[in-house]
């Protein structure tokens, strides 16, 4: 039994009228007379589209899985939460289309234009992107895990969550790129603050200019990147960064604990606050770094490159610290008489009497020490009999006084 659809579907200048089996029947045998329709919520699933006319269509909430929309056009069209799962989007004119939230998992978009458009909160996990122009897009808490981006471009991308936009998931807002393949993409100015970029494969990439403010990037593979880029407050703890290029990077307060950075250039970069704890920095170049309370506690740095002027400060560094030798005995902690005398006297400071207690305190500890030189304390027990005098004084004059 068919059934008839009026004005379900409808053009700018043409409503399809008729009987029909469903909508998808309807739109496939009007493929062209598609212009502005409105397709909220319909079911496409597995719809033959292909070249079908769709600009400025609505198709929020849709259910185009298996759809056939090769060489479709879907400029300026509504796809706003629309499930596109395996479906066939070859040469698609996607220009200006709103994808937020839309299912694009595993999606086939090799090649594809994205240039500008919005794709937050969609989901682009295990996507094949090779290639794409995402120019410009919009990427906030886009789900992009395992998404493989090869030689894509991704120029002034914007990844980061605006300040003052709600909190879900346990505070959790960042773009997720955790093990996506970006090898060799251009990544020119992208924003990438707060973007999760764990175990992420970022080789020879070019992030010039790029922002990584407090990113996620624990385990990256970033071997030979050019990342001249701002990394402050940014996690790049076991990263992988041999020979890649950081040259004026900001790094400051980034953790880079463990991270290896062999034969990597960091000339000029701001590294104050930063830690390197156990980073392999073997060959670096280090030359007129702005250091600050940088902590390289642990890290490798035979081979640095560095200039005349900060010659002091890494033969420090390189010199190693006196190491207890094995079986020796631990430091002598003070006496208890020691800290006693040292107590009393410093509350006898203000508490003027109890001053004269410290006074015997302090002797009796002394006293102490000189029978048993191999106990420590005596700088304890000094504090305790000075402060005790200078409280037996002042309670002297004040008693004085008070006559």
């Not at 479709?72 to 937020?100: E, F, K, V």
């Not at 393949?181 to 970022?202: G, H, I, P, W």
């Not at 950081?246 to 991270?259: C, F, G, I, V």
Request: glycine share 10%; with cysteine.
């Amino acid at each position: 039994m068919k059934i008839v659809i009026k004005n379900a579907v409808w053009g700018f200048k043409n409503v399809i009228k008729g009987e029909y089996e469903n909508i998808r029947v309807a739109c496939e045998q009007n493929k062209d007379k598609l212009h502005k329709a409105n397709l909220r919520g319909a079911n496409l699933h597995s719809a033959q589209l292909g070249g079908a006319n769709l600009a400025r269509a609505n198709l929020q909430g849709a259910d185009l899985q298996g759809a056939q929309l090769a060489d479709a056009n879907l400029a300026r069209a509504n796809l706003c939460g629309a499930d596109l799962r395996a479906a066939q989007l070859g040469g698609a004119n996607l220009s200006g289309a709103d994808l937020r939230y839309a299912n694009m998992h595993r999606q086939q978009l090799a090649g594809a234009n994205l240039t500008g458009l919005d794709l937050s909160y969609a989901d682009l996990g295990w996507a094949n992107l090779r290639g794409a122009v995402l120019d410009g897009a919009r990427l906030r808490r886009t789900f992009l895990k395992n998404a493989d981006l090869e030689g894509a471009s991704l120029k002034g991308t914007t990844c980061w969550i605006p300040a003052g936009m709600t909190l879900v998931s346990g505070g959790n807002v960042l773009t997720n790129l955790e093990g996506a393949n970006l090898q060799n993409a251009d990544l020119t100015k992208a924003d990438f603050r707060k973007v999760a970029l764990n175990t992420a494969d970022l080789r020879n990439v070019n992030a010039r200019g790029a922002s990584f403010e407090y990113a996620h990037l624990r385990g990256a593979f970033l071997a030979g990147a050019q990342l001249s880029a701002y990394f402050a407050y940014a996690d790049l703890s076991f990263a992988h960064l041999q020979g890649a290029d950081l040259s004026r990077a900001t790094l400051h307060t980034a953790k880079l604990e463990s991270a290896d950075l062999q034969g990597a250039n960091l000339c000029l970069a701001n590294l104050c606050f930063a830690k390197l704890h156990h980073a392999n920095l073997e060959g670096a170049n280090l030359e007129s770094v702005y250091l600050l309370k940088t902590d390289f506690q642990g890290a490798n740095l035979n081979g640095i490159k560095f200039t005349e002027s900060q010659r002091p400060y890494f033969e420090r560094l390189r010199t190693p610290a006196a190491v207890p030798q094995p079986g020796a005995p631990p430091p002598a902690k003070p006496t208890k008489l020691a800290l006693a005398a040292s107590y009393v006297g410093l509350a006898g400071l203000l508490l003027f009497f109890i001053a004269p207690i410290a006074i015997l305190l302090g002797i009796l500890a002394l006293r102490d020490l000189k029978l048993h030189p191999a106990r420590a304390g005596k700088r304890e027990a000094w504090v305790g009999l000075v402060g005790g005098v200078v409280g037996t004084a002042l309670l002297t004059i004040i008693i004085y006084i008070a006559r």
